[in-house]
């Protein structure tokens, strides 16, 4: 099997579970109807989306309408680290202002991505203003996942070993 052919496999393997893990958190948030189910849901259907448009839309847009489709997703895959954050500040709240800022960050990169002049390609070389959006975007998704990463280390401390 070539590597193209099991990359290609293993994109419809990832597409499925992360489309049956939307589903399966979109199912508990309707049974109980709290935050953390809530916030695990949207979690889980933002990369549902990404994931299953990455297998449908091809790699680099060939017109306007695909290169808008590509922005929204990104987009969308930016509500990922902010929507797993407002999870694990369900366990462990954080400071307004952390709240404030992490929400104004991701926001910012919402805009960014949609009015950056030359939306980066993988084969193509890069703008400045394109590195610094990457970098940016970078600490962000980083910054997001220490914060989430301790606060549920924080909240799993005392528990039984199966809810850490």
């Known amino acids: 099997m070539s590597p193209d052919t099991i990359n290609e496999i293993l994109g419809y393997v990832s597409a499925a579970a992360f489309t049956l893990l939307a589903f399966v958190s979109l199912r508990h948030w309707f049974d109980r109807r709290d ?84 939306f980066p390609q993988s084969d193509s070389p890069r703008s400045t203003v394109a590195d610094i959006y990457l970098i940016a975007l970078l600490v962000d998704w980083t910054v997001l996942s220490v914060f989430v990463a301790v606060a549920l280390w924080r909240a799993g401390r005392g528990q039984p070993s199966v809810a850490r």
Do not use: K
């Not at 489709?69 to 954050?85: D, I």
């Open 35 to 118: 935050r953390p189910n809530l916030w695990a849901a949207l979690c889980f259907g933002a990369l549902a989306l990404v994931v299953l448009a990455s297998v449908v839309l091809p790699e680099t847009p060939t017109n306007d309408f695909q290169s808008v489709l590509q922005r929204l997703l990104v987009v969308v895959l930016l509500l990922f680290p902010y929507c797993l954050f407002r999870f694990a500040a369900v366990f462990h709240p954080p400071a307004r202002s952390v709240e404030w800022i992490v929400a104004g960050a991701t926001v910012l990169l919402m805009v960014w991505t949609l009015a950056l002049p030359d």
